[in-house]
């Protein structure tokens, strides 16, 4: 992870930081010791700028995060400081502070970068919260209310095509028995014959 990466260089950068800021105070030191103040002819000699700082961005799984450079231009101020005595000491006072800015260059676009991916993080950290205390918790509430009512409905629907049922089939067992009843009623009528039933007795006078 770039996070966990930086944050191990930040590590580094500090420890070797402090070891070339060392070595540079210890080499002015020499410096002042051997060649004396050199302060004011580095300052008569600066015109503009060497050490300029170039700032650009970089792309990390699209976050933009600012990446500073070291950029060194034009001539150097040093070079008519100690040309009576102590020149070897300056040159490399020189480079130790050189080697120091690069240094903190580096340690300020490390932890310019780890800034600004903490607050991301810490953003993202909070937005997954939100997620899964509020959000999901909402739309399981959701899903379990519209089972519910669908629930409900399939019940009720169940107990109206009972219902139907039931009256199709009083409908049909009343269609059925009025039917019965129709046959019977319309069965037909044979008139009975009296005279051929009796039996006439022969009369004598």
Same mark, same amino acid.
């Not at 580094?12 to 210890?26: C, H, P, R, T, W």
């Given at each position: 992870?770039?996070?966990v990466?930086?944050?191990?260089?930040i590590?580094?950068?500090?420890?070797?930081?402090?070891?070339?800021?060392?070595?540079?105070?210890?080499?002015?030191?020499?410096?002042?010791?051997?060649?004396?103040?050199i302060?004011?002819?580095?300052?008569?000699?600066?015109?503009?700028?060497?050490?300029?700082?170039?700032?650009?961005?970089?792309?990390?799984?699209?976050?933009?995060?600012?990446?500073f450079?070291?950029?060194?231009?034009?001539?150097?101020?040093?070079e008519?400081?100690?040309?009576?005595r102590?020149?070897?000491?300056?040159?490399?006072?020189?480079?130790?502070?050189?080697?120091?800015?690069?240094?903190?260059?580096?340690?300020?676009s490390?932890?310019? /970068?780890?800034? #600004?991916?903490? @607050?991301?993080?810490?953003? &993202?950290?909070?937005?997954?919260?939100?997620? $899964?205390?509020?959000? *999901?918790?909402?739309?399981?509430?959701?899903?379990?209310?519209?089972?519910?009512?669908?629930?409900?409905?399939?019940?009720?629907?169940?107990?109206?095509?009972?219902?139907?049922?039931?009256?199709?089939?009083? /409908?049909?067992? #009343?269609?059925? @028995?009025?039917?019965n009843? &129709?046959?019977?009623?319309?069965?037909?009528? $044979?008139?009975?014959? *009296?005279?051929?039933?009796?039996?006439?007795?022969?009369?004598?006078?």
């Open positions: 992870m770039r996070f990466e930086i944050v191990r260089k590590q580094d950068a500090k420890l070797k930081m402090g070891k070339v800021i060392q070595n540079a105070s210890f080499s002015l030191a020499e410096v002042a010791y051997t060649a004396g103040d302060g004011f002819q580095v300052r008569e000699n600066s015109k503009t700028a060497t050490f300029k700082l170039i700032s650009r961005q970089e792309n990390v799984s699209g976050v933009l995060l600012p990446v450079e070291k950029s060194i231009e034009g001539g150097n101020a040093f008519l400081a100690g040309l009576s102590g020149g070897k000491q300056v040159k490399n006072c020189k480079d130790m502070y050189i080697s120091a800015m690069e240094t903190l260059v580096e340690l300020a490390l932890q310019t /970068a780890f800034l #600004l991916l903490d @607050e991301i993080i810490k953003l &993202t950290n909070r937005r997954v919260a939100a997620i $899964e205390f509020i959000i *999901i918790p909402r739309i399981e509430n959701t899903i379990s209310y519209i089972s519910s009512e669908l629930d409900e409905q399939d019940r009720e629907e169940f107990y109206r095509l009972k219902k139907v049922q039931s009256k199709k089939k009083e /409908a049909k067992d #009343l269609a059925i @028995e009025s039917n009843q &129709t046959k019977e009623n319309s069965e037909p009528f $044979e008139p009975k014959n *009296i005279l051929a039933e009796q039996v006439d007795e022969d009369i004598i006078f």
